[in-house]
């Protein structure tokens, strides 16, 4: 089975310190992600300048009162953070990702030969982004929040129409709240995903905790993104909705037993470790009061008892009615040997 790819999103939770950023990469090694991931972009090419914040970032901040754009060109870092940042990722053996929100930041990471190209639930509706993305020709990963199934279709239409293959697209589920109520999560949209469009699944999580990542593994997500930070109670507008460093090495472990668990042949029979334990916790057929020589035997003269080395009790219809050879006492554990 091929292992889940488990992304730790680091997102903009450095808050525009490339100090800050560092230390994530090393949480994330740590936590024993494959890669983790912040956020690439040139604040003048996304956000206009009264763009207003979402709530749940209105609530998380601060100053409330600023705008998205004020709040966002904080937590900018530029290209030569990232430079530094790949460098960091190499140096402790993790993976670094970073999604281009901007031509310029597409192409830069482009240059930083990142493995494939992640698209946000933002963009999935932003057609020349898409096609600049699928220009690259490398892989890539989309975020569905807030998406309707037409609209995904759309956009793979356009990844698509530029020359990438099906088979170089996941697409994972997303819900785009912060976090994400246990309700509206609906994993069984991952499936759905699946069946009507037939591209690879995975499952990006804002949820509060980490049960819902490892149920979508369960359920055959093969990439996992989650956001975390080193302390939930910085500030900025992610930080909440993240996860602690030792929650992301408890949620990357529990992945990986899960996958182990889900990784067999499917086919119902005893295992190496369990085999030594049938005879243990099973029964054999025991005398229940003493029986003289030449007794026929019946129901009442016979019991399941522990241990199960002997005459299985699926087989009792074969003992009633045969002779036992000798005088026997109670719980005496019958053997075919021992009738006639």
Excluded: W
């Amino acid at each position: 089975m091929t292992s889940v790819l488990i992304i730790a999103e680091a997102g903009v939770n450095h808050n525009g310190s490339l100090e800050l950023a560092k230390q994530l990469i090393n949480s994330a090694a740590i936590a024993g992600a494959d890669f983790v991931k912040f956020q690439t972009f040139i604040t003048e090419l996304n956000i206009s300048r009264n763009a207003r914040k979402a709530d749940y970032q209105i609530k998380n901040q601060e100053k409330p009162e600023e705008t998205q754009y004020e709040m966002v060109k904080k937590l900018e870092l530029n290209f030569e953070d990232f430079r530094q940042l790949k460098e960091h990722c190499e140096s402790k053996e993790i993976g670094f990702l970073s999604t281009g929100f901007d031509f310029p930041s597409i192409d830069f990471l482009d240059e930083l030969n990142i493995p494939f190209f992640k698209i946000p639930s933002g963009e999935i509706t932003n057609k020349p982004y898409l096609q600049h993305i699928a220009r690259k020709k490398k892989p890539v990963i989309m975020s569905t929040g807030m998406a309707y199934m037409e609209e995904i279709k759309a956009a793979l239409k356009v990844l698509m129409n530029q020359g990438l293959k099906r088979d170089q697209i996941t697409v994972l589920h997303c819900n785009t709240e912060y976090p994400t109520p246990m309700n509206d999560v609906n994993l069984k949209a991952m499936l759905t995903i699946k069946k009507e469009l037939g591209v690879k699944v995975g499952y990006s999580d804002h949820t509060l905790g980490i049960e819902v990542p490892i149920a979508a593994v369960a359920l055959g997500a093969t990439i996992i993104e989650k956001h975390f930070t080193l302390d939930r109670n910085l500030p900025g507008p992610d930080h909440k909705a993240s996860l602690e460093p030792n929650e992301l090495k408890a949620m990357v472990n529990a992945i990986r037993n899960i996958e182990l668990a889900i990784s067999g042949n499917g086919e119902k029979k005893p295992t190496n470790s369990e085999i030594r334990n049938q005879n243990i916790a099973r029964k054999s057929l025991f005398l229940s009061v003493d029986v003289l020589e030449n007794t026929i035997l019946e129901y009442k003269h016979l019991i399941p008892l522990r241990p199960g080395n002997g005459i299985s009790p699926m087989d009792i219809d074969k003992v009633v009615g045969k002779r036992i050879k000798h005088s026997r006492p109670a719980s005496y554990q019958l053997s075919l040997n021992d009738l006639y």
